[in-house]
């Protein structure tokens, strides 16, 4: 027994969890012992007593538990240590942390890793954990010694949970290094591309890794090409471009800090030839001016639907911008368009841009299927984790 405190299902409650989905949505719930509070760690029983498994409780959430573990087990450093050190494993068969010009990836991708609640990113010997609930955030300890033990290569571990804390009220630490510093010859890189990454004001952990990939193929098609990145950030895709020999890259976004850090990555990458060029304005009003002065466009936005209630009015907001983009593209042009919804799954996208396609009157080809990369798995029992897709169009 490693937690006096239990939470008992309703009855048939039970069935996702015996497929190991690691969501316990509090109208599951029947009665609870042991006075649970928000971070706790608790047992999981189903109505006639079964134990089906220990998470973490949240009181005033939907999700009312995030499980860790479907079997007895008890959740001490040996457990925290043989997960983490198994999600950095994976990554390092993978060659995605240390080698030639990369040493970007995510250690560990929440429930795609069976640790509901916990993001790792790793940039070039420093770790970044954010932390989505209360009860990961009370683990920060064990997280610390495990990713240290699991990677010798660590110089520091920064904390980033504040903000994604705030929203359920919990009385958090402040963000910053909870282990090391900041080495002095920090230099992190994806596949030959080195970035700026911005521990203390940059969005989510400083850098969007899922994208890599998806950038490593733009370059692939951009020598003698001039390409515009929409909703840039601190321009991954424009580096890409430019890396590939683009002649041009122009950066879209309206946040003027990210702007300039996409304008510091290029000047940092001292092989890149082509031309590159900040825009700040709003993607939407933009848009509207149509993209025909480019050859390929990319249509990254932030993810429009940030719940399932919300996810007519983000279809609307996919369709539109798409619809702009692709009735002014070039005849030959190319459009890498993505949604990072959740609540967005592949078919409903995929539907959507091809309602913008048609609503555009244009010749409009399905080149490429994307999605996230193999660093952000996806649980077989937990396919919501399922959330980048994107297609690449080609125009006529
Ligand atoms: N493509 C990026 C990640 C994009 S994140 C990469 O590869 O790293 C989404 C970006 O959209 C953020 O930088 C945010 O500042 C920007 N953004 C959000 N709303 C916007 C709007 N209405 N117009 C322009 N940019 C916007």
């Known amino acids: 027994m490693i937690s006096e405190k239990s939470?008992?299902?309703?009855?048939?409650?039970?069935?996702?969890?015996?497929?190991?989905?690691?969501?316990?949505?509090?109208?599951?719930?029947?009665?609870l012992e042991g006075s649970p509070v928000t971070g706790d760690l608790v047992a999981v029983h189903?109505?006639?007593?079964?134990?089906?498994?220990?998470?973490?409780?949240?009181?005033?959430?939907?999700?009312?538990?995030?499980?860790?573990?479907?079997?007895?087990?008890?959740?001490?450093?040996?457990?925290?240590?043989?997960?983490?050190?198994?999600?950095?494993?994976?990554?390092?068969?993978?060659?995605?942390?240390?080698?030639?010009?990369?040493?970007?990836?995510?250690?560990?991708?929440?429930?795609?890793?069976?640790?509901?609640?916990?993001?790792?990113?790793?940039?070039?010997?420093?770790?970044?954990?954010?932390?989505?609930?209360?009860?990961?955030?009370?683990?920060?300890?064990?997280i610390t010694v495990?990713?240290?033990?699991?990677?010798?290569?660590?110089?520091?571990?920064?904390?980033?949970?504040a903000k994604v804390l705030r929203k359920s009220g919990a009385d958090h630490d402040l963000d910053g290094f909870i282990h090391g510093n900041e080495p002095s010859d920090w230099s992190p890189k994806e596949r030959g591309r080195s970035f700026i990454i911005d521990l203390e004001q940059g969005q989510k952990t400083g850098f969007f890794i899922d994208q890599r990939e998806n950038r490593t193929l733009l370059s692939s098609l951009a020598k003698?090409?001039?390409v515009l990145n929409v909703f840039s950030y601190t321009g991954g895709f424009s580096v890409a471009a430019l890396q590939g020999g683009a002649t041009k890259a122009c950066s879209l976004d309206s946040s003027s800090r990210a702007l300039e850090l996409a304008q510091a990555a290029v000047d940092q990458n001292a092989f890149l030839t082509g031309d590159h060029e900040n825009i700040e304005a709003d993607a939407m009003e933009y848009l509207k001016g149509g993209v025909a002065d480019f050859d390929i466009v990319v249509l990254d936005p932030p993810a429009f639907a940030k719940s399932a209630s919300a996810r007519h009015q983000a279809i609307q907001g996919y369709k539109r911008i798409n619809q702009r983009a692709i009735q002014s593209m070039k005849p030959g042009g190319l459009l890498f368009t993505f949604s990072c919804s959740q609540a967005v799954d592949d078919r409903l996208f995929t539907h959507t841009i091809i309602a913008a396609a048609i609503q555009s009157n244009r010749t409009v080809r399905i080149i490429h299927r994307l999605h996230q990369p193999a660093d952000h798995p996806v649980s077989a029992f937990h396919p919501e984790g399922a959330y980048l897709k994107g297609l690449v169009l080609r125009i006529d």
């Open 146 to 161: 495990a990713l240290n033990q699991a990677l010798p290569e660590l110089v520091g571990i920064y904390n980033k949970s």
């Open 224 to 226: 003698g090409r001039s």
């Open 7 to 31: 939470v008992f299902l309703k009855a048939r409650k039970e069935e996702s969890l015996l497929r190991k989905h690691p969501w316990v949505f509090s109208g599951a719930i029947k009665r």
């Open 46 to 142: 189903a109505n006639k007593g079964r134990l089906l498994g220990y998470g973490h409780y949240s009181h005033n959430t939907s999700i009312a538990v995030r499980m860790l573990s479907f079997e007895e087990s008890s959740l001490d450093q040996d457990w925290w240590n043989s997960r983490i050190g198994q999600a950095v494993g994976i990554r390092r068969d993978l060659g995605l942390l240390v080698g030639e010009g990369q040493n970007i990836c995510r250690l560990v991708h929440a429930e795609g890793d069976g640790l509901s609640g916990l993001i790792i990113d790793y940039y070039d010997r420093i770790a970044v954990v954010q932390t989505h609930s209360v009860g990961m955030h009370l683990e920060l300890k064990r």
